[in-house]
């Protein structure tokens, strides 16, 4: 069952300005709900990962680059435990 997820499914970063959050969570709320890292360097930015659907993967960067989004990155699953 967590390879044929991992086949629907894609893990997705971005960076996003610290008060653009929440409108980038509103468009990938994710599998179970997206990861927010605190900043690292930069305190107006922070760091978010999620999964989302495979098949909405440009839809969805054009979403977030439109709220703020930047640094897009998407990455393959092999496999998965949801």
Do not use: C
């Amino acid at each position: 069952q967590g390879v044929l997820t991992a086949q629907r499914y894609v893990l997705m970063d971005y960076d996003i300005p610290v008060e653009k959050v929440s409108a980038a969570v509103g468009i990938t709320p994710g599998f179970e709900k997206p990861r927010r890292f605190p900043p690292l360097h930069d305190k107006q930015w922070a760091a978010v990962r999620v999964v989302v659907p495979k098949a909405k993967v440009n839809q969805l960067m054009d979403q977030l680059y439109e709220v703020g989004a930047r640094g897009i990155i998407v990455t393959a699953l092999q496999a998965s435990r949801m």
